[in-house]
DNA sequence: CGGTATCCCCGTCGATACTG
DNA sequence: CAGTATCGACGGGGATACCG
């Protein structure tokens, strides 16, 4: 456990368990509803499996996970402590999405957008049967341009590779345009119609797509400079 | 500063700057209104100055502190991005005090109740003149059991050593219970009616002592029991 | 799938002393 | 008052390999 500050001010002792280095993205994972090893792990694909089950592990003794063994599975749960978390988590978004500057290129992992994305889809308002969304990021790293979204009745998977059905439609553009509609500091509607990003597929579906996706709540946080807001 | 995560959500780009041990103490610190070296000192005695000088620089550097000299006198002063971390101090606070368990001895660290004690004097409400209130803390390690606020026209000086003025009251009580009733977890009124707190002086005065201090914001939190929450 | 074991390095932090 | 300088240790965490 992170040592102690020797302070009684809650702030001093909720960083005591809080500040170490993953901390507080291992919860960001668990309050948007990963509870598996293998799935936080996907939203956390820097951090060393050893490290990610300690984490875990001084979360459950903390108080904010409980371990959940059902049959030979696991599932990390937050409990209502962990769950209050949430507020602490949103504020830091908030805060983040209006203070922090341009992200560096190091910053943009699609495999993580995928990831994101993947978790925020509409299956509502998706056609039925299956369809697949295939992402093309001309500029990313070799091996990171293309990736696909298979949304069926059986849930959401990601692809890194082609998983050989039918590609719906096609979605490609900078991964830092992706990234930048994602956090909400571009509107779909504009980058589509300043052809930052470009959709192809039969043309009813190309016009519906921004509206399979949900966007994070914090991407509606207005900007300090008054500058875009992304309208719904 | 902190190293990447490599990761474009905000929760994880906010963290960057701010999960280092001791960031988040100083911008509360700075939150509160500390803005002068050696008072952030005194709210964080167990930083070593080195560090303190680091972190400063780190914020300033992150565009959340402003240096300003003027004069030979130095302040740090949050900027607007600066400000706008107070709901995330608020949001730890609030989840601090719900819950965080009982606290260590180590813990309860009398200088810094008593600087953030001074900090919080309403004066509106303390007779004019000079009120000297002298804290006796009898369970406390020995040379931090005598404290003397200072409380005149030119502001609120704490003393670890008797002043030499006379005395208009005097508080006596385990740390332990001072602390709580400064957390929001034992009432004044509870405590000065089971003894646990006892105030010596003018019958007065000594009525309205607890008025003469502003319980910090997160001490009306409500508690997740339902057990204790102090009335105002 | 859900983790452990190990190993080593480097950076952080703490302590202490000192300066304009 | 407002910091720097220096130094050493320790342990956090990254990488990799491995197990039930």
New binding site residues.
Partial sequence: M??S?YQFCPVAKAMELLD????MLLVRELVVGSQ????LRRGLP????????????QLVRAGIVQ?RVEG?????VLTRAGDELRPVVEALSVWGVRWIGELGDQDLDPSLLLWDMHRNVDRAVVPDGRTVVQFRFPDAPAGTRNWWLVISGDGVDVCDADPGFDVTVTITGALRSMVRIWNGDLAWSDALRGDVIEVLGPSALRRAVPRWFTLPAYAAVPRPGGQRSVPS
């Fill in positions: 992170g040592s500050y170490e280095r993953w901390t598996r090893f293998n799935d820097r951090m060393s499996p050893t490290l990610l089950s300690r984490r875990l592990h371990r030979n599975e696991v599932r990390y």
